[in-house]
T-cell receptor
Framework: NAGVTQTPKFQVLKTGQSMTLQCAQD?????MSWYRQDPGMGLRLIHY???????DQGEVPNGYNVSRSTTEDFPLRLLSAAPSQTSVYFC???????????????FGPGTRLTVT | TQLLEQSPQFLSIQEGENLTVYCNSS?????LQWYRQEPGEGPVLLVT?????EVKKLKRLTFQFGDARKDSSLHITAAQPGDTGLYLC?????????FGAGTTVTVRA
């Protein structure tokens, strides 16, 4: 199993450009999430999905769109990049643990995005 | 404002010393998870604690969940350079997790 894969690993954008960060998982997990990680702020939830066709906003959704057409894929779209979106982006998948309440996250390797 | 407060933010110790990292919140969680992250990689799950007062051991790492399920601690005994990394706690309610800002641990040889 590859687990959670993300592409690209690095990306530089100019302000106003758009792009899509790709995320795929091969563990048949129901839940998928996108986080951004900034120094001193931990991981903040951008958007999440509880299954194909179902998405919702997290803590910091502005400037990002998601869709989930299949269980495996969960792309994150930046509509018009801004310097404030310079960050490291992590995709994660999870499913309910044996107790039904744990939802441990399996993270991808991250995409390092710089917006100039 | 972080839902989960971790302390300290940075910790630098000598190999063989012990250390404790704290994770505190005013919210109750159905479970609390600890992750370790190495530079350039995604976080990796270390442990999940579910029951108030629960203690779990993973080799030299001991994790405790507070009785009220609002706080947790991670204790490392006889730290080694391989323990160096960013330690993150995360509280779960249903399928949404809230992460602390993390504690950067450096163990000097």
């Amino acid at each position: 199993n590859a687990g959670v894969t993300q592409t690209p690993k690095f990306q530089v954008l100019k302000t106003g450009q758009s792009m899509t960060l790709q995320c795929a998982q091969d563990m048949n997990h129901e839940y998928m999430s996108w986080y951004r990680q900034d120094p001193g702020m931990g991981l903040r939830l951008i958007h999440y999905s509880v299954g194909a066709g179902i998405t919702d906003q997290g803590e910091v959704p502005n400037g990002y769109n998601v869709s989930r057409s299949t269980t495996e894929d969960f792309p994150l779209r930046l509509l018009s990049a801004a310097p404030s979106q310079t960050s490291v982006y992590f995709c994660a998948s999870s499913r309910a643990g044996t107790s039904g309440k744990t939802y441990e996250q399996y993270f991808g390797p991250g995409t390092r995005l710089t917006v100039t | 404002t972080q839902l989960l407060e971790q302390s300290p933010q940075f910790l630098s110790i000598q190999e063989g010393e012990n250390l404790t990292v704290y994770c505190n919140s005013s919210s109750v969680f159905s479970s609390l998870q600890w992750y370790r992250q190495e530079p350039g990689e995604g976080p990796v799950l270390l442990v999940t604690v579910v029951t108030g007062g629960e203690v779990k051991k993973l080799k030299r790492l001991t994790f405790q969940f507070g009785d009220a399920r609002k706080d947790s601690s991670l204790h490392i005994t006889a730290a080694q350079p391989g323990d160096t990394g960013l330690y993150l706690c995360a509280g779960a309610n249903d399928y949404k997790l809230s992460f602390g800002a993390g504690t950067t641990v450096t163990v000097r040889a």
